[in-house]
């Protein structure tokens, strides 16, 4: 059983940043298959970023070369750093993971966290 507890969320003023944090337990991360969704008030889940074993990352067109993935290892973390945000970027963010490969880029992820809140102001 994999248990995903995110932090960092916060408010912060449009073009600030944030680092979210989601620390894994009950599996080594080095072996999941990692990722970042997001849903605002009234829209649909969406995929932010991925990352596989093989460090193979994934970034939605909305937040290419704004966000970064990454995981550290000897910390059994992942994390998102969060740059340039804009209004558009509020929403719950969850982190997710699994054991297969690729099923997270897919948005088919088995295992999810509670989320944390970012809320972007103009």
């Known amino acids: 059983q994999v248990q995903l507890t995110e932090s960092g969320g916060a408010s912060v003023q449009a073009g600030g940043s944030l680092r979210l944090s989601c620390a894994a337990s009950?599996?080594?991360?080095?072996?999941?298959?990692m990722g970042w969704f997001r849903q605002a008030p009234g829209k649909e889940r969406e995929g932010v970023a991925t990352?596989?074993?093989?460090?193979?990352?994934v970034y939605s067109d909305s937040v290419q070369g704004r966000f970064t993935i990454s995981k550290d290892y000897t910390k059994n973390t992942l994390y998102l750093q969060m740059d340039s945000l804009k209004p558009e970027d509020t929403a719950m963010y969850y982190c997710a993971a699994d054991r297969r490969y690729g099923y997270c880029e897919r948005s088919d992820c088995g295992y999810w966290g509670q989320g944390t809140q970012v809320t972007v102001s103009s």
């Open positions: 990352i596989e074993w093989d460090e193979r990352t």
């Open positions: 009950g599996y080594n991360i080095r072996y999941l298959s």
